[in-house]
């Protein structure tokens, strides 16, 4: 099962900030927290991810509480083109394998209204 | 860079028949993973691999297998098709060493008759 929890759909207009919620309440100290979105019939693309600290790239901003049981992506000037389902995803490390396995759940249907 | 290319982009087989989707990727990443997905669902990991000659199994292996003969390749094969495997098929790789994002193929959709 996914360790997050997020809405199933959220409305933005187009042009405004898009803030995505996301908890994770069972995270453990040394997972990550990962942003991906999927865009119709196309495959995952990933946006952003963070530990502790909030993180800013060219896509979005990843906000982590200070507890670290929840996050916010935000996406600054929403566009058409934005209109996707995003996963919030809590990495697993698997130690036997040596590799991280992301579990994605239902994710958020982020619709951008003109 | 293509990045993560996979073949076909669409089948269509009948119950009890065989294939292989096809995933190569050319950014000499370690690690490969196999995922499906149903509709309306999130994915879920089929296999994956952490280099030439190691695969294991993700949380829905059963009804495939895999290899992974060369770092660039990791095909995925039904052997005796069945109705529930119809699903779209997304091959990942990613380099693997610490925290690192997974890129995505266009996906493979098959549908079982």
């Known amino acids: 099962d996914a360790k997050t929890t997020q809405p199933p759909s959220m409305d933005c207009a187009e042009g405004r900030a898009a803030n995505l919620p996301c908890n994770h309440s069972?995270?453990?100290?040394?997972?990550?927290v990962y942003w991906y979105r999927q865009i119709h019939s196309q495959g995952p693309q990933y946006i952003i991810h963070?530990?502790?600290n909030n993180e800013t790239n060219e896509m979005a901003s990843l906000i982590i509480t200070e507890d670290r049981k929840s996050s916010t992506l935000i996406l600054p000037h929403a566009t058409l083109r934005d209109t996707a389902v995003y996963y919030c995803?809590?990495?697993?490390?698997?130690?036997?394998?040596?590799?991280?396995?992301?579990?994605f759940g239902k994710g958020t249907k982020l619709s951008v209204i003109p | 860079n293509a990045g993560v290319t996979q073949t076909p982009k669409f089948r269509i087989l009948k119950i009890g028949q065989s294939m292989t989707l096809q995933c190569t990727q050319d950014?000499?990443?370690?690690?490969m993973y196999w995922y499906r997905q149903d509709p309306g669902m999130g994915l879920k990991l089929i296999y994956y691999?952490?280099?030439?000659?190691?695969?294991d199994k993700g949380e829905v292996p059963n009804g495939y297998n895999v290899s992974r003969s060369t770092t660039e390749d990791f095909p995925l094969r039904l052997e005796l098709a069945a109705p529930s495997q119809t699903s779209v098929y997304f091959c990942?790789?990613?380099?693997?060493?610490?925290?690192?994002?997974?890129?995505f193929g266009a996906g493979t959709r098959l549908s079982v008759l």
């Open positions: 990942a790789s990613s380099m693997g060493l610490g925290v690192t994002s997974q890129y």
């Open positions: 995803i809590v990495d697993r490390w698997d130690s036997g394998a040596g590799s991280y396995q992301l579990t």
């Open positions: 950014m000499n990443h370690n690690y």
């Open positions: 963070g530990l502790k």
């Open positions: 691999s952490v280099g030439a000659g190691i695969t």
């Open positions: 069972t995270i453990s100290g040394n997972e990550y």
